[in-house]
Each structure stands twice: as C-alpha cells, then as structure tokens.
C-alpha cells in the first residue's frame, strides 16, 4: 500500500521527494453500543487494518486530495482560503473538515500541501473509515506543521469536533479515540463522560475476535443515528426532573427503573434503557474479562445485541440474522452487531477450532434467508497512528 501511494504521488505531483507516509487504524467495538454520547463505557480496539497517506507541504494555499480507492474522481483541489463543506469535495470533506477544526484551534496551518490516500478497511462496513480518515489527516497536520503539542487525545478530539460540526453527523467520541489511542493487543475501556481510560489486554487463548460484514447499510443511517441520540437527550431532561445526573451513564439500572415513569413516552423509555443497562454491562463485561471469565464476556456480547434490537432498534434484519445464527454454533463465545449499526458488521470471539463450522454455517443461513453472502474478517488488535 505505502509504495502504491508513493508512486501514485510522484505521478500525480512531479516527483516523490520528501513525501512521508502514514497510517491510521480503523476499529472494531466490543461491547458499549451507543454509550459514547450518552456519557457512558465504551470498550473498542484498534485494527490493524485502516487507512494510509503520503502526504507532503506546498508553498501555496492549494490543497490536493487524492484518494486511490476512488480513483474515478481523480484529484480534487481546494483551499486553505476555502474550507467550506460542499458535496462536490465527496470524500474529503473529512479531512477539509479536519484541517478546518485545526485553524479553528488556533493551529497555524501556513501552506497547503498535497495528499494521497489509500485504505484497507471494506467500504461501508461500518469500521470507522471516517474515523480513522480524521485522525490520520490530524497526525499528517501534526507531523507536516511541526504542531508537537497536539496529543493523541487531541486529535481524536478534534476528528469528533469536525464530524459533529462539519459533516452534520453527531457522532460521540468512541471511533476517533479508538483510532488516535490504539495499543496492539489491547482494547480500551473508556469513559465517555471523563475520557479517563484503561488499556486491557484481550489475551483469548484459543478464540479469535471474527467481524462479519452484512454488506448492508441501510440508507438514512446518519439521520437516524442523530435521532436516537436526540432521543436520548430529551429521556435525560425528563430523568432530570427526578434524580441529580449529569448523563444517562451516571444511573444505575436501578435508579433507572425508580426513575423511567418521568419519562413521557415508551420509545424514549426504551432507547434510554439501552443506554443505562449498555454502560452497566460495558463495565461488568470488563471486569469479567480481568478474571479472565470470556464465557461471561459473550454472554454479556450477545445481551447487548438484544438491547441495540429490541430496544434501540439499531440492528437490522440482516445483522439480526448472522448474530443469532451465530448464538447457535458451538464454540461462538459471543456475537453482536458493532458500530453504529443499521447495518455493517457483527464482532464475535469464536473458538479456534470453531471458525471454519462458524463461517460455513453463517454463510449458508445468511444466504438462505437473507440472499446474501457475509464476509468474514479475523481481525487483529493493532496500534495507532503511525508514521513509518
Ligand atoms: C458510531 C459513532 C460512535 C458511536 C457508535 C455507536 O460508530 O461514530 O461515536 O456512537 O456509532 O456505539
């Protein structure tokens, strides 16, 4: 990949002459669904697949983005003199919103620079692409503009700030921190609310973390993904009235079930729920996970699909398909769908010597009742952002 962007560099802009390159991982959710902007845990890890760039700075104000995975629209220009989002920049409006969050900081940006990316993670699979997009062009920022007081936090910080506020989607900060924060061999157990976080080793002796891509992504994602989330604000104002919370991870499931009358309507009722029982679980699946108890682990993996499908309505049929299909294989320590959902993919710790009966049998359910045929990736915890 590294050499592919080089060469495509030197072809595009002259010669490759003190060009750097980059990578940014992508990431895969273990548990702590729709937690992240309610104030909750959440427990993702970074992937060592992502996305990569050669990047190097010009002496004007002219940006060039070029992706290789779209390489039908070819170059696309801007400016630092105009980092307004329109539709017609596709793609970069990622990283023109990232470069725009930086001079919003107060960052000193002084010339434009000419990028080309490539990246491994399957397109719309729901394994944050756009995430890891963010928080590489913010290490690319970094490294170009000598900007060495800005932190791995920050720059997650900053992927979320232009997401929310220049691509109109509200996400939390989950994917980006999983993205800028990655340890090999690690998940990571966040805070949402604090953003103190822990590193856990997932250390599965003889299973693996399997991510099976539906190949569906339902249309309206971002609206409905912005909805849930509204949804969740107005439960809390209402939960307000009654018990002394600054977000919905600060109840207990306890509380919550004292508290749920104050809330006026049974679907807010609902996707609240999801986010109280969903932190509890987050938690305790992690300190489960110290004892070493990955049987209780997927218990709590598979409870938590129930909740995003009954509750939150944030499955699918598809994905509803391949986890409780899963549920049924021997050796299938856990599965659930990850990520935002309404498509993408489901997370499972399978077995060693259970992956290839789980990949025959998911394949042949999901084609049976769904017409479809999943992808299977075996993924592998990696580090963050790097530049090599
Ligand atoms: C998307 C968002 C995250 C998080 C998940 C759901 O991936 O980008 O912030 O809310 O959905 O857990």
């Given amino acids: 990949m590294k050499q592919q962007l080089v060469d495509k560099f ?25 937690t992240d902007y309610n104030g909750g845990h959440v427990f993702p890890c970074a992937l060592t697949i992502g996305t990569y760039a050669a990047a190097r700075k010009r002496n004007d104000r002219t940006i060039n983005f070029y992706s290789i995975n779209q390489s039908g629209r070819g170059l696309i220009t801007t400016s630092l003199d105009d980092l307004t989002p329109s539709d017609a920049a596709g793609w ?24 080309v990316i490539g ?11 756009s995430a890891s997009l963010e928080v590489l062009t913010g290490f690319v920022l970094r490294d170009l503009y000598d900007l060495h007081d800005v932190t791995n936090i920050d720059l997650a910080l900053i992927g979320q700030y232009s997401e929310n506020n220049y ?31 822990e590193y856990a080793p997932i250390a599965l002796k003889d299973a693996k973390i399997v991510v099976t891509n539906s190949k569906v992504k339902h249309s309206l994602v971002d609206s409905a993904y912005n909805e849930r989330r509204a949804f969740c604000e ?30 006026g309507d049974e679907v807010r009722m609902r996707r609240a729920r999801h ?45 509803d398909v391949l986890a409780e299909e899963a549920w049924k294989i021997d050796g299938v320590i856990g599965s659930r769908i990850t990520g935002g959902g309404f498509g993408g993919c489901t997370v499972s710790i ?27 990736y075996v993924v592998s915890i990696g580090d963050g952002p790097y530049k090599d």
């Fill in 10 to 34: 030197a072809e595009l802009f002259g010669d490759a002459e003190g060009v750097s390159t980059y990578f940014a991982p992508g990431r895969v959710n273990l548990i702590g669904e729709h």
């Fill in 92 to 115: 970069t409006n990622y990283p023109k919103g990232v470069v725009w969050a930086f001079i919003g900081r107060g960052l000193e940006i002084p010339t434009g620079f000419d990028m």
């Fill in 119 to 129: 990246g491994d993670i399957p397109a719309g699979s729901g394994l944050s692409s």
């Fill in 167 to 197: 691509n109109g989607m509200n996400c939390g900060i989950m994917d980006q921190f999983a993205s800028a924060m990655g340890k090999k061999d690690n998940a990571i157990l966040l805070d949402c609310a604090t953003l103190e976080y």
């Fill in 234 to 263: 107005k439960a809390l104002e209402e939960l307000q009235t009654r018990v002394n919370v600054k977000t919905l991870g600060d109840l207990t499931e306890e509380e919550f079930e004292a508290n749920k009358d104050a809330i």
């Fill in 275 to 319: 986010a109280v029982y969903e932190n509890r679980r987050t938690i305790r699946a992690v300190e489960a996970l110290k004892k070493g108890d990955v049987a209780e682990f997927g218990k709590l993996m598979n409870q938590s699909h129930v909740s995003l499908r009954d509750d939150y309505e944030s499955s699918c049929p598809e994905c």
């Fill in 350 to 376: 399978v077995r060693d010597d259970a992956i290839d009966v789980f990949k025959e049998r998911i394949t042949a359910a999901y084609k049976e009742k769904c017409s479809l045929t999943p992808e299977f």
